[in-house]
């Protein structure tokens, strides 16, 4: 099993958090918004260092001596996790299934969740674009993460939350389904589907 972490393994910003860094950033919401995003795929790739990303989000009006203080913010964003999701991988662990985390993110978040205590005992291999220069839906990040559970592409199945990123896993053999939410998934009994364990909490309605 191979999952994104953003809107799969956390949960999407809410808006307090959205709020709380956009007024650390000195920017109204809808303009930190689209600034957070719009050279994010070159931050996660690894090509654009935090002052140089923060720059660009904020504008002339960066002053670096808060950097620390964005990063915080940029951290609290994607640390809602979904202990739903978590409590299943260790099902699967249990039941002798190896796990990955293959994610687009850049290199402060990458080293946050390195970081955080017992947060990389659920996975076997971990794939986080900074550290190779390159993201989804690019091939050469999910052979990363294939090769390094030792298994065919045929064998795992990709999570994530964004349809061009399940394309991508599917042009290289992946098995890939869209995560919603985790009602969603189970809903649609996708562990079923595939022959992996039902989620405790499923089995309990």
């Not at 291999?125 to 550290?131: A, G, I, L, P």
């Amino acid at each position: 099993m191979i999952f994104d972490f953003g809107g799969v393994l956390c949960f999407h910003p809410d808006e307090a958090r959205i709020r709380r860094a956009a007024a650390a950033s000195g920017l109204p919401v809808d303009r930190f918004l689209k600034g957070l995003w719009q050279t994010r795929v070159e931050c996660d790739a690894g090509r654009l260092d935090p002052a140089k990303y923060w720059r660009g989000v904020i504008g002339p009006t960066f002053q670096e001596s808060r950097l620390s203080e964005l990063i915080r913010h940029e951290v609290e964003l994607w640390n809602r996790y979904d202990q739903r999701i978590f409590d299943w991988i260790g099902q699967l662990r249990d039941s002798g299934f190896r796990t990955a985390i293959l994610s687009n993110l850049p290199r402060v978040l990458g080293e946050e969740l390195c970081a955080t205590p017992g947060f990389l005992d659920h996975f076997d291999k971990v794939t986080f674009s900074y550290e190779l220069r390159k993201v989804k839906p690019q091939p050469e990040i999910y052979l990363d993460a294939i090769a390094g559970l030792g298994v065919e592409p045929s064998e795992a199945l990709f999570l994530d939350d964004k349809p061009e990123n399940i394309e991508g896993a599917r042009d290289v053999g992946l098995r890939a389904e869209l995560y919603c939410t985790w009602e969603d998934f189970v809903a649609r009994g996708v562990p079923a589907n595939y022959g992996l364990p039902a989620p405790a909490d499923a089995r309990r309605q």
